[in-house]
């Protein structure tokens, strides 16, 4: 029998810092909250854990995490490139480590100072020359270098070939605003959103307007993952991992892919939810809830369609009359998203996509056997589906 | 040169003459502190917290009225354009020690750093008034602008009633510009060096392609062995893996694939909003850079453009596009 990691391992703790716009401390500091927060949510106690997996990108080492929330050995330890693309690498990557006896209790953490600190909305602009920097250096001099920039290049063509507009963006920041005012977590929290608002917000880069743009955060996100049958014995209702993926699609820039024949979907996402597809057994109509990872309004649509819930070009109009609110076809963000609760890289996702199975939502739909949870667009990228026990 | 041995411990010795003393003349505002005046620096300096210039708004904030901001004390004793171009004052002290500094080859002068604290909020009507001391004068340094000594200074201003309302250290650097003329000439000039667009990193896989730009051509990778064409460079071609190659010239012309036009944030060196596009190029690679002499409004995806490369800062050229005639 090939190996499979379907129903390998399941996240069974869940933890993250306050969310905020000046943590005051250091990101060891809030990684090493949102770390012990999840060992103890889980049930666990910190030399219980032998296993770590972060981003590339982030600045605390997980032997300096270990030391300062008290884990002791580590047979495992693994980093992921590629920004919010690893979001779900790192559960990858602790689903693999469980799954072939590598690791028995992994920790998957991300904290930054995203707004006190570096912030991911000054782009690129430096730094050691690496192909990383030599390939920037296509589009530094012509000012095209940060985020914001990159996505509004796919948005600008995918709106030109599917009519999709910037009132049709409002509808993806409404419907996660509408969840994010009833999540203290939040930084929207209690404070609503009208597309008015939207758009009359001013223009980031053309056709991207403020609230199409996630926030950005300080804080810290964690889970730990073990098998089922280790899960069987702790106290939370653990959020099996049905599939698990990662894809980098052809002719693959991280962020400006934009050299393919068609720039307006993502060949790497597709890539991901074929695998999950095949992986969990499951299909489109099996999901009930989703958390969709939202750097920007448009890259939710984008990936509606990579996942199969409609038809390239039409996710403006399975999106239309509050298609991702909690009575919608596809409830999604129910914390806010990134561009409502706060930006933890995706991380924070993971943590909302184990609510939705534990029923422990702030905006939970009553339905909640499966819930697909995405990484970053436009880099190589990963997702998951969760489900009961 | 700069001084040694026995004349450079002369030299010092008459510095150290200057070191405690007060610069001999006092600094007093010409005006009171006035709301045109604080409206001109927010203005300048994109300030718009109503404390400083909205009568209503300052009523109901904790001042209770009109305040100036704090940053501009210094503004309130400075002596305008007569500054720079006036005749020294004879009682000045601090002109006499530049000039003694000036005499023995030390003539370039950089302010490096300043510090200031604030005692209390200045109210229309205050009249603020300083005194400077030359604190400190540092034994000789090697500095990135050459051989100098650092001169602090501490100003101490008062308002009408003699009471201390703030200070100031500042800190300049005498040096000796004639190593590094290009050095001094910028940091005499009070004018900033003007911000350029930001460098390619180059490396083997993409000098040359820099190179050609440098020659005014928009060169296009092509595999040696099979003829395909590719950008950006690379070493390799992931069609029949021949790491032979050579390059074709662009012939410029193209359309629009997709655009974006940049509003923020603004960055040195670039004019916003700027307006970038990935553009198909005849040859059927495609080329991301700006479009330009154009309204953002007017441009659309599937327009023809034309590439020219052509200087975007004081050094560096580029490929832009325009709108094809």
Redesign the interface.
């Known amino acids: 029998m090939p190996a499979t990691l379907k129903n390998q391992a399941a996240i069974v703790g869940i933890g993250e810092t306050e969310y905020s716009k000046n943590s005051g401390r250091s990101e060891l500091a809030l990684a090493s909250e949102a770390t012990a927060a999840a060992i103890k949510d889980a049930g666990l106690s910190p030399s219980d854990i032998d296993g770590m997996t972060t981003f590339t990108l982030d600045t605390t080492d997980e032997i300096e995490l270990a030391r300062a929330v008290g884990i002791g050995d580590l047979t495992f330890f693994s980093r992921i490139p590629h920004g919010g693309g690893a979001a779900i690498g790192v559960v990858h990557q602790a689903v693999m480590a469980v799954a072939t006896g590598s690791a028995k209790a992994v920790v998957v953490y991300r904290a930054l100072n995203g707004r006190s600190g570096a912030r991911y ?3 690129v ?2 730094g050691p ?1 690496t192909s990383d ?14 985020p914001a ?1 990159w996505v ?3 948005s ?2 995918y709106m ?1 070939e599917t009519g999709c507009t910037s009132e049709d963006l409002a509808e993806v920041c409404i419907a996660q605003r509408n969840h994010a005012v009833k999540n203290p977590r939040a930084f929207f929290y209690q404070k609503p959103l009208t597309l008015d608002d939207h758009q009359s917000a ?6 991207l307007r403020l609230y199409d743009c996630c926030q950005e955060t300080d804080g810290g996100a964690a889970c730990v993952i073990v098998s089922p049958e280790l899960a069987k014995d702790l106290p939370n209702p653990p959020a099996l991992i049905r599939g698990v993926s990662q894809g980098a699609g052809r002719d693959q820039e991280s962020m ?1 892919s ?2 393919r024949p068609s ?1 307006s979907s993502l060949p790497e996402m597709d890539l991901v939810a074929k695998q999950c597809w095949q992986i969990s057994g499951l299909t489109p109509d099996d999901i009930d809830a989703a958390v969709i990872y939202d750097a920007f309004s448009s890259i939710v649509l984008w990936q509606l369609e990579s996942f199969g819930f409609c038809k390239h070009g039409e996710a403006k109009d399975f999106i239309k009359d509050g298609g991702l609110g909690l009575g919608g076809r596809l409830p999604c963000n129910t914390h806010g998203g990134q561009l409502s609760e706060a930006y933890v890289h995706g991380v924070n996702g993971i943590n909302e996509g184990v609510r939705l199975i534990r029923g422990t939502s702030t905006s939970q739909p009553a339905k909640n056997d499966h819930v697909l949870v995405t990484a970053g667009v436009g880099v190589p990228t990963s997702a998951m589906i969760l489900g009961k026990a | 040169m700069s001084l040694s041995g026995k004349e450079r411990e002369e030299f010092e010795k008459q510095l150290e003459a200057y070191v405690g003393i007060d610069i001999g003349i006092e600094d007093a505002s010409r005006d009171a502190v006035n709301q045109a005046m604080i409206r001109q620096w927010c203005e300048a300096m994109g300030d718009a917290c109503g404390a400083y210039t909205a009568p209503e708004a300052a009523a109901k904030s904790v001042h209770g009225e009109v305040v100036a901001p704090p940053a501009m004390l210094q503004a309130w004793i400075l002596g305008g354009v007569a500054m720079a171009t006036g005749e020294d004052d004879p009682r000045d002290k601090q002109r006499e020690l530049h000039r003694l500094f000036d005499a023995r080859g030390y003539t370039g002068v950089v302010a490096t750093n300043t510090e200031q604290e604030y005692l209390r909020y200045l109210k229309l009507g205050d009249r603020i008034r300083a005194r400077t001391q030359i604190e400190s004068i540092s034994e000789q340094k090697a500095t990135g602008l050459g051989i100098g000594y650092f001169i602090n200074t501490r100003t101490r201003f008062v308002d009408q009633n003699d009471k201390e309302v703030g200070w100031m250290t500042f800190r300049v650097l005498k040096f000796e510009a004639g190593d590094q003329p290009a050095a001094a000439a910028e940091s005499n000039s009070a004018v900033p060096a003007k911000p350029q667009r930001l460098r390619p990193a180059l490396g083997h896989d993409n000098r040359w392609w820099w190179d050609c730009v440098e020659k005014d051509e928009l060169a296009i990778q092509r595999c040696s062995a099979c003829a395909v064409l590719r950008h950006p460079p690379r070493p390799m071609c992931g069609e029949c893996q021949s790491t032979e190659w050579d390059y074709v010239f662009s012939s410029g012309e193209g359309t629009i694939h997709s655009y974006v036009v940049i509003r923020h944030p603004e960055v040195p060196g670039y004019t916003y909003p700027l307006v970038v596009a990935v553009v198909d190029l005849a040859e059927g690679t495609r080329f991301v850079g700006n479009v330009v002499d154009i309204e953002p409004e007017e441009v659309e995806i599937g327009m023809a453009v034309q590439a020219s490369i052509e200087r975007v800062d004081d050094e560096m050229k580029l490929p832009v596009f325009r709108r094809a005639s």
Do not use: N
Request: hydrophobic share 40%.
């Open positions: 909305s000054e782009g602009s430096g020359t920097l030599i390939h920037w250096s296509w589009y530094m001099p012509s000012g095209l270098m940060t920039s509004a290049m796919y600008m063509r030109h001013r223009p980031i880069v053309d056709p400006t934009f050299y720039i």
